[in-house]
């Protein structure tokens, strides 16, 4: 495709973008559907373009105010992750020398809302909540993150998975944190892998990885993840399980269960049970109280400690809707923990990075329920998890991970053992 063409498709989906109607990979793949002679490089360009976008949506448009034409394209020209040669071919003279122009200006020059690139009520609480490191995290944020796998182990062990994917020439390395963890060097199309498709490798993020080994799922035991989504931790939990006993997957969400068959179909898995339930207080919920080894809330959150994936998010998000966020999430646990047995575990999360979804929970929680919960301190677990440098991922008892500090995304956990 000539330059010119390449570059009005990309002006045509940030436009659709920018319009904040649906999630931005929503937006991008039914655009890659309706445009379906693209080649690999040119979704790549589009895609990773409107990222960068995303990412850094106020420095953009506080650059693109010079200039002249239609606004999405000086932001797709300053946006860019194509090859820049290519792109210049596209121009004509006036923007290219625009382009010359604005591409001089160091960003460290500019004013703190175009370099922390947030809306004014999440700098806000950022940067009270973390002082410290604030500029760190944001900068960690608007990275792009790394693609990180964890090895099926009822298939293969992380040294051979690792192996297969160098036979394929794809250079993985040993997760710092998780022993079930590969991190693997740049973002190479997986789908098409052997070691995908049999099963051996899952795409998962390793805070997603540590959130699956706090709960500690073990043979024959009777395991619910109450908030099972598309099933990445249901896939690690039933794995742990070493698909025996009976993992329950409930979700309001049939569209996001039905996600998890093929997944559940490569990972050989057999011994989970999903259920689309209607809300938390369903009836077939009550039916299990008191039975259950190990419950997972994996609680709908903001996703803010994901915005290295889904940077549209920071965009999208608002106070109002967070509010509506912790009645859910607190409405969720409290359903959930009818659940454990005497002697089992509950364990609340997040992929959030904000006190308001994880720790103010956690304790109004912790408050209401000191006669049948004990708290426990996830330093310990992860060590029986064999987690190495655990103590390093908590707070207060508490799992706390930082895209800067330990390179997973933003994710939160407590857990409690039922007296
Ligand atoms: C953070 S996502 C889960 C991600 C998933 N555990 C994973 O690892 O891929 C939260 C999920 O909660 C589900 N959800 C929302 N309200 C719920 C409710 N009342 N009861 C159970 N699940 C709910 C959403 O549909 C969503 O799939």
Redesign the pocket.
């Known amino acids: 495709m000539p330059p010119h063409a390449l570059l009005e498709l990309t002006t045509d989906l940030l436009h659709r973008v920018l319009q904040f109607d649906h999630p931005a990979d929503k937006v991008v793949s039914d655009f890659f559907r309706q445009h379906r002679g693209l080649g690999g490089r040119e979704r790549h360009t589009l895609a990773e373009t409107a990222y960068e976008l995303l990412r850094h949506r106020l420095r953009y448009q506080h650059l693109a105010q010079s200039g002249r034409g239609e606004l999405p394209r000086r932001l797709a020209l300053l946006a860019w992750q194509g090859d820049a040669g290519f792109l210049r071919g596209g121009l004509d003279e006036g923007e290219r020398a625009w382009l010359s122009q604005v591409q001089a200006v160091d960003p460290a020059s500019l004013p703190e809302p175009q370099r922390h690139d947030l809306p004014p009520w999440l700098a806000e609480r950022l940067q009270a909540e973390r002082p410290d490191d604030f500029w760190p995290l944001v900068e960690a944020l608007n990275r792009p993150a790394p693609l990180d796998l964890r090895v099926n182990l009822l298939k293969a062990r992380r040294e051979e998975a690792r192996a297969a994917l160098a036979e394929a020439g794809l250079a993985a390395e040993p997760t710092p944190y998780s022993p079930w963890g590969l991190r693997l060097a740049g973002k190479p199309a997986l789908q098409k892998q052997p070691v995908f498709l049999d099963g051996r490798v899952e795409v998962q993020d390793e805070g ?1 990885q540590l959130l699956a080994l706090l709960v500690d799922a073990r043979r024959g035991e009777m395991v619910v ?10 896939l690690a939990l039933g794995a742990a399980m070493r698909n025996t006993g009976r993992l329950y997957a ?4 049939g569209h ?1 269960l039905a996600a998890l068959k093929p997944r559940l179909a490569r990972s050989g898995l057999s011994n989970h049970y999903p259920v689309q ?1 209607a ?2 207080r369903d009836e077939r919920i009550k039916r299990l109280a008191g039975k259950i080894d190990r419950v997972l809330v ?4 903001s996703g803010l400690g994901t915005l290295r994936r889904n940077p549209d998010l920071k965009w999208r998000q608002s106070p109002a809707a967070l509010a509506e966020l912790v009645a ?1 999430q607190t ?2 646990l409290e359903s959930a923990a009818r659940l454990p047995k005497p002697g089992g575990r509950l364990v609340y999360a ?2 959030s990075l904000l006190a308001e979804e994880n720790e103010a929970v956690a304790a109004a929680f912790t408050a209401a329920h000191a006669a049948d919960y004990e708290p426990l301190d996830v330093a310990e677990l992860l060590a029986k998890a064999r987690v190495e440098g655990g103590d390093g991922l908590v707070q207060d008892g508490r799992l706390r991970l930082w895209p800067h500090r330990h390179g997973t995304d933003g994710f939160f956990a407590a857990a409690w053992q039922r007296r």
């Not at 993840?225 to 249901?234: L, N, P, S, Y």
């Not at 409930?250 to 969400?253: A, G, V």
């Open positions: 997603s993840d109450f908030c099972a989504g598309a099933g990445g931790k249901t409930f979700d309001t969400s996001r339930i809300h938390e994996d609680a709908p959150c859910k409405a969720i997040t992929c």
